[in-house]
């Protein structure tokens, strides 16, 4: 979500919600080497940094305004950044142990990932993918619509978001205000990022002895993972993670609900407010100009007033001095 007025973190759209769980899970598998695609704002990119200094684990990040986030440079080796589109940096590298994936949440992108990662026959990493629950696990979006082929694009708004129990896009939607491509259906097939996981494993993109957790909350975090080459505490964190939320699940997906319709309503009521700050500062500076306007015509007014009483006074005195000639001439 967007930064306005400190609410960029209400509906904690970020990997960084799911550290605490991750964090045990990373060092229980112990990589030597994981990609992150997709940046953001870099909340989550922090910890990996950090992680990655203290595992001696070599980092790379991809995503295509990596500059703009003072990523580029962390002062130390094994350390890469790349300032590109997934598409264009993974045909090109090494296999990494861990791939945590939160780009362009949509189904051709994802299923394009899922592909170039797993080009390796004998490569066998463990996938992390956020927004694969709602809105985006059966419903594409996109970041640049025009750099998604035709034939791959749904039909797509570019003003409108989804709001949680309604089937179609509203006006104060779900990243309504961002600027990016949401498509208008939900559940349709090729659809969303879970979606394109799903069928990235029914279609062998993905090889055999994958297993897939998800955890249903902060818009949806899943785990895809060979699940006899991981050890076995990787495995355990991932069971314990999955089993809680099979448990927990009619409790999370109504709060999940909960919770989102409460950031979209404060959000909607957040940009109100910018727009009557924005009325009122118009107003205030109209006042101002007013203001500044009216002591120079109180100034005027204050020059005129001081030429009418001399032009008085002289009145007076021509008056007395025409009084006085008369006189003068009656005697």
């Excluded at 170039?116 to 463990?126: D, Q």
Aim: include cysteine; glycine fraction near 8%; aromatic fraction near 10%.
């Amino acid at each position: 979500m967007q930064d306005t007025n400190g609410t960029e973190d209400l509906l904690l759209a970020s990997m960084a919600f799911f550290q605490p769980v991750l964090d045990s899970l990373l060092k229980s598998l112990g990589p030597s080497s994981l990609c992150e695609i997709g940046i953001d704002k870099g909340r989550f990119t922090k910890y990996l940094v950090f992680f990655c200094k203290e595992q001696g684990c070599h980092y790379t990040g991809i995503d295509p305004a990596i500059n703009t986030l003072g990523f580029s440079n962390v002062g130390s080796e094994g350390f890469q950044f790349f300032e590109q589109k997934s598409g264009d940096v993974l045909p090109d590298l090494p296999p990494k142990d861990v791939y945590i994936i939160d780009g362009d949440h949509n189904y051709h992108t994802v299923k394009e990932e899922i592909r170039l990662i797993f080009r390796h026959s004998e490569h066998r990493p463990v996938l992390l993918f956020h927004d694969t629950a709602w809105p985006f696990a059966r419903r594409d979006l996109y970041y640049d619509p025009a750099g998604i082929p035709k034939e791959k694009r749904h039909p797509h708004s570019l003003e409108e978001g989804p709001w949680p129990g309604k089937d179609g896009l509203e006006k104060d939607g779900f990243c309504a205000t961002e600027s990016v491509g949401i498509a208008k259906a939900e559940g349709t097939p090729c659809n969303g990022v879970l979606t394109a996981i799903e069928d990235s494993i029914s279609q062998n993109l993905v090889p055999g002895g994958y297993a897939l957790a998800t955890v249903p909350i902060a818009f949806g975090l899943s785990i895809l993972f060979p699940e006899r080459d991981v050890p076995d505490a990787t495995r355990d964190e991932i069971q314990k993670l999955e089993a809680s939320s099979e448990v927990l699940s009619p409790l999370l997906s109504p709060m999940e609900s909960n919770r989102i319709r409460l950031g979209l309503k404060l959000l909607a009521l957040s940009e109100k407010f910018d727009s009557l700050f924005t009325k009122y500062d118009l107003l205030l500076k109209n006042y101002n100009d007013l203001d500044k306007a009216y002591s120079v015509l109180m100034g005027k007014y204050k020059e005129l007033d001081e030429h009418s009483d001399k032009l008085l006074q002289a009145y007076n005195g021509l008056d007395q001095h025409f009084k006085a000639q008369m006189g003068k001439q009656k005697a």
